[in-house]
C-alpha cells in the first residue's frame, strides 16, 4: 500500500504563519517570538500559499537597510514550490523535503491545509518500521534476483506477524538488506528459530535487534 502524506502533517490550524501584507517588522517579530527560523506566508484570503519567509532574510533587510519594515514581506519570500498535496506519494515528499525546513500541504483545489515538517516524516518512517509496537528486528540480507521477496516471506511464514518492513542496498557484498520488525509478542526462542530457518534457506541475517531497548527515545 502506497503512503500518502494526508492525516501526516501539522494541520493549519497549529500552523505559524503570516499573510503576504504582513510587513517585514511584524513578521520578523512574529519569526523571534516563534522561534522557528521559518515560517510559511500566505495570501490575504490566507487559503494559498505564496512562499517561506526566513528570519535570516528579515535581518539582512534591516541590517543592511534595504527599505523600510513597513514593506510587505512578500518583497522576501522564498521557496515558492515549497509544497506537496495531501494525496503526494510519501517517497516524493522524502525527497523533496531534504533541504528545507518544512513543506506547506495543499489540497486537490490548491488550498493550504499545514505543513509537513521533518519530525512528522520521521513518524512516517518510524511506523513504516514498525518501531513503535515491535519486538525484535531482523536484517535480512538477500541478493536481488526474481522472486527473493516472495522466497523471504514464504520462508517466514504466516506464524510471525511482522508490524514493519523496509528494504535498503547495502553495498558490494549484498545487493539488499531486508529489515523485518516483528510483533513484540515473538519471544528470543523463536527469532532464534526464524534465525535458523532463514539461514537454512539460503538467506543471511546480518543483524538481530530487540527494538525495546529504544523505547527510553520514543
Do not use: W
Not at 27 to 47: H, N, Y
Not at 159 to 164: F, H, L, T, V
Amino acid at each position: 500500500m502506497e503512503i500518502k502524506i494526508k492525516s501526516n502533517y501539522v494541520p493549519k490550524a497549529k500552523v505559524t504563519y503570516v499573510t503576504a501584507d504582513t510587513s517585514i517588522a511584524d513578521s520578523r517579530k512574529k519569526l523571534v517570538e516563534s522561534g522557528f527560523r521559518c515560517i510559511p506566508v500566505l495570501d490575504e484570503t490566507q487559503q494559498t500559499f505564496m512562499g517561506l519567509i526566513y528570519k535570516e532574510a528579515t535581518s539582512d533587510y534591516l541590517i543592511e537597510g534595504n527599505g523600510p519594515l513597513s514593506d510587505p514581506v512578500s518583497h522576501l519570500l522564498k521557496e515558492k514550490s515549497a509544497f506537496v498535496y495531501e494525496d503526494t506519494p510519501f517517497f516524493k515528499v522524502l525527497f523533496t523535503i531534504r533541504r528545507l525546513p518544512f513543506l506547506a500541504v495543499l489540497d486537490q483545489n490548491g488550498h493550504f491545509q499545514g505543513i509537513v515538517t521533518h519530525s512528522k516524516v520521521m513518524d512516517i518512517l518510524e511506523d513504516s518500521y514498525g518501531i513503535k509496537k515491535g519486538g525484535y528486528s531482523l536484517t535480512v540480507s538477500t541478493t536481488e534476483g526474481k522472486g527473493s521477496l516472495k522466497k523471504l516471506f514464504s520462508s517466514i511464514g504466516e506464524e510471525y506477524n511482522i508490524e514493519g518492513v523496509f528494504t535498503q542496498d547495502a553495498g558490494k557484498q549484498f545487493v539488499r538488506r531486508i529489515i523485518i520488525t516483528l510483533n513484540r509478542t515473538v519471544t528470543e526462542d523463536q527469532v532464534n528459530q526464524l534465525v535458523h530457518k532463514l539461514e537454512h534457506s539460503g538467506f543471511k541475517v546480518a543483524e538481530v535487534e530487540d527494538l525495546r531497548e529504544y523505547e527510553s527515545a520514543f
